[in-house]
Antibody, heavy 123, light 106 residues
Framework: EVQVVESGGNLVQPGGSLRLSCVGTGFSLSNHWMGWVRQAPGQGLEWVANINRDGSGRYYVDSLKGRFTISRDNAKNSLYLQMNGLRAGDTAIYYC????????????????WGQGTMVTVSS | DIQMTQSPSSLSASVGDRVTITCRASQSISRSLNWYQQKPGKAPELLIYAASSLQGGVPSRFSGSGSGTEFTLTISSLQPEDFATYYCQRYSGPITFGPGTRLEIK
């Protein structure tokens, strides 16, 4: 079964750092772009970042550039999100998601999502 | 930046009803539009990609249409398990999700 499982969420003080991890099972991470999406409590979905297959291309929502870094280790079938300078507004569930490219349309979509990991930024 | 809007923001319907949710982009995004369903406490699930292609395993009562700036998600006959929040997502340029449409039981 294809799955992704996140970990690393925690309570952290404002200004602190946290590293989230995501492990893929049932598929080879190296064959897929991957991404992070977050959801603040009671709010909608917000794209955070995507990374291409070999990690050479990283894409971020403008509001998070410079504070968050997406990376991957294909040998470990793992995806990461390094979050620095955390703020109260970063409090959210962070989802790891696999990106699939449809062979016919060439369109991308997040086809596999983890259960999410909660990050709470508070003093 | 291209903005995504959804209407209605919430909707009450009954089992068996036909329901349509609309997603609009402030500029043309061709057919780069996906739809997701999210149930409370769960991760989103992909329903429709490329505006009208049904994701594998998704019931055929779900359908998508549109291109350019206006898109629709239709559920032909609501089932109890369909009560959830639905999000559209633009997948060209910066990825953007719509604000969501909450579908509730009447």
């Amino acid at each position: 079964e294809v799955q992704v499982v996140e970990s690393g969420g925690n309570l952290v003080q404002p200004g602190g750092s946290l590293r989230l991890s995501c492990v893929g099972t049932g598929f080879s991470l190296s064959n897929h772009w991957m991404g992070w999406v977050r959801q603040a409590p009671g709010q909608g979905l917000e794209w955070v970042a995507n990374i291409n297959r070999d990690g050479s291309g990283r894409y971020y929502v403008d509001s998070l550039k410079g504070r968050f870094t997406i990376s991957r280790d294909n040998a470990k079938n793992s995806l990461y999100l390094q979050m620095n300078g955390l703020r109260a507004g970063d409090t959210a569930i962070y989802y790891c998601a696999r990106i699939v490219v449809d062979a016919v349309t060439g369109m991308d979509a997040y086809d596999t999502w983890g259960q999410g990991t909660m990050v709470t930024v508070s003093s | 930046d291209i903005q995504m809007t959804q209407s209605p923001s919430s909707l009450s319907a009954s089992v068996g009803d036909r329901v349509t949710i609309t997603c609009r982009a402030s500029q043309s995004i061709s057919r780069s539009l996906n739809w997701y369903q999210q149930k409370p406490g769960k991760a989103p699930e992909l329903l429709i990609y490329a505006a009208s292609s049904l994701q594998g395993g998704v019931p055929s009562r779900f359908s998508g249409s549109g291109s350019g700036t206006e898109f629709t998600l239709t559920i032909s006959s609501l089932q109890p398990e369909d009560f959830a929040t639905y999000y559209c997502q633009r997948y060209s340029g910066p990825i953007t999700f719509g604000p969501g449409t909450r579908l509730e039981i009447k």
